[in-house]
Every structure is written in C-alpha cells, then in structure tokens.
C-alpha cells in the first residue's frame, strides 16, 4: 500500500531540470529519475515544464506540484499495481508525462519488493516473455542534435554478438578506446571530445568517412540513427551542402549497407514521411533493421500504422509516460514479429530502471549510449549484474 510520494527537482547529464520521486509503502522506499530527450519526436507525451525565468524556462516546478499535490492525494492508500491505472483516469497531459513517468517507475519497484523479486522477474511477469539479456547497442560516435560540429547522422553504434553481456561491454570499451586513439592521430585531440551520449565528436567530412575508420577497427555490427526528422527541410534532406529527394537518400543508405558491415537504421527518415520508409523496407527490409523512433514514440496507434515501415521498434519509456503502455508496446510489437530495442535518452540521470525493463521484456537490444559517462555506464553496469545473478 502507497503510504506517500515526493517529488523533487534534479539535474540530469546535460544539467537540465529533471523529476526525481520516491514512493514509500511498507515495502520501503522506492525512487526514481526521469530522462529527456533532445531530438524529440512530436508524437511523445509531453513534459510539463514551467515557462518562466528559472532554468531559462526548463524549471520542473509544476510537474513536482502534480506528483506532491495531484497523483499523491489519489495514489495513497491503494496498491501500487493500480498506479499507472489511477493516473491515465486523471490524464497524462494534465498531470504531465514526466511526473506520471517518475511515479510510474517507482510503483513497478514497490510492486516488485511487495512479491520480494527484482525488478526484472515482475516485469518478466507483466510481459510474460522469458528474461533475456539483449546485446547492447554503444553509440561511439556521435553527430546531430547531440553534438557541434560532428557529422549529420546523429549516432554510429556498434553492436557486438560475442555471446555474453559481459564480453559485449569489454568488446564496446576496447572498441571506444581504440577509436580515441584512431581518431587522435587522423583528426588531432579536439576530436575526442565527447557529445551528449559519451560518444566521440570527430570532425569528419561526412558519414562515409566515420564509417570508413568504424570499418577498421571493428568487425561488430554497426546500428546508425540518422534521425533524419533533424535535418529534413520540406519534404526533402539537407546532408551537407546537398538537398536529396527521398529516392536519393535511400540510394545512399543502400550504399552505406553494401559497403560496410550497417545492420540497423533509425529513423532513416522523418515521423509522417511515410512513402520514404515504405520505399526502404520493399528495398532492404529482409536484410537490416529499420528501426522506428519518432515515428512510433512507442505508442500502438502509431505502430499500428507503421506496420509495413519497419521491423523493429525503440522503446522509450518517457515517449509514452507509464511502465503499462510501456509493455503493452513491446507485446504489441512481438505480435507483429518486431525486434524490440529499449532505449536510453540523450538526457540521462544514474536511474538504471531501464536495464531491468529490457531484461524483463526479453528485448533483442539495448541503446544506453557509449561505455563511458557515468549516466550511460549505469545501465550497462545493472545489465552485467543482472547476467551474473541469472
Ligand atoms: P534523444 O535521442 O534522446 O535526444 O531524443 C535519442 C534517439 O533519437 O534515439
Ligand atoms: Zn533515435
């Protein structure tokens, strides 16, 4: 039974204003931290954020008022289990998706201790699908909206398959290390600083160059998110000095796919640029994820439309607010023989709550950035804990 919930204001990775909430029932105390994206989709759930002259607007003042105020008057006194229930009755754009999100979290933990198992077997339990460790995805270069002065393309993963998780992350850091030195010596030292997911910030003339040096140094699995919604102008791609129609741009990821080892693309094109996606999967579907971000937010009305879009979805929890819907998408997306990728955001906090919801939903992968940076680690961190004790 909810005796009480607090909200507070943090900071997240980037030093923006996030939700911080604890949850007490006679279990113990349970909190988490809420993430937040940079290159949004406009189909997520909002967050509630003040608008005034604190944190330059960011402030999330209001969405503590909702937690402390609001979703605590009605949560308390029930069981946790009916958290997620009781605040989609009140609605999640007049509570706020971060301050639903915070608590939502913290009441799959307090379920979790109240049948006395981690967090990973109760949501094994929601899902119905066997625990399973998923490979990793190590964003180690990045470009975009996470970065100045990088690349276009906003994340190169590699995504190594050495059997066990813990040989996938030394794998990732031994590939991170190698590339800072490889990059030092092309580029000179300003090109190992790092962007918001931890991942190098070379100064490379385009993505075929930072694929090329990947192509050296790695023989795993390369994943990229283009977010491509960031640079669309109209309905066409701004690469470069280049503006490429849609058919242009797939030549070029046809391209990239013969020529290096690319085994996932997401969000290759914008959230409603439906024609682009369909042209792409008739091409290259049977060989390679296409893997779709925006253009699901991890909402089944969205994924029910993109059926023949893509094959595999990002699952991020603050796109759609509660741990329930979380699910239900994952279940929704097996139904449809979709891979499962859960994700991370650019905006992190050390909440490793989403290590245990991959495992849980026996997803194929997980994105938490480079393995490096302490809000990205975390995660990685909780997965080769939870290998260990499986
Ligand atoms: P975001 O980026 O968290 O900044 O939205 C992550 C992604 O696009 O996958
Ligand atoms: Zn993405």
Redesign the pocket.
Known sequence: MIKSIKAREILDSRGEPTLEVSMETGEGVFTSSV???????SYEVGELRDGDGRYKGKGVLKAVESVNDVIAKRLKGKDPSRADYEMLKIGKSALGGNAVLGVSMCACRASAAKEGVPLYKHISSLSREDVSVPRPCFNIVNGG??AGGGVDF??FMIVPDKGFFAENLRCGSETYHTLKSELESIYGKSSVNVG??GGFVPIAKDHKEVLEILGKITDSDIFI?V?AGEFMEDEKYRLGEKLLSEEEIVSIYKEIIDSYNVKGI??PFGEDSFSGWEKLKQEIGEDVLIIG??LLATNMQRMRRAKNLCNAM?L?INQIGTIKEAIDAASFARDMSWEVVV?????ETNDDFIADLAVGLGADYI?SGAPARGERVAKYNRLSLIEKML
């Not at 993430?35 to 989709?41: I, L, Q």
């Open positions: 993430p937040s994206g940079a290159s949004k989709g909206a996470h906003q994340e918001d997911e998110d977010a997401e969000d971000d925006d990002i991020k994700s991370h955001r650019s905006g994105k």
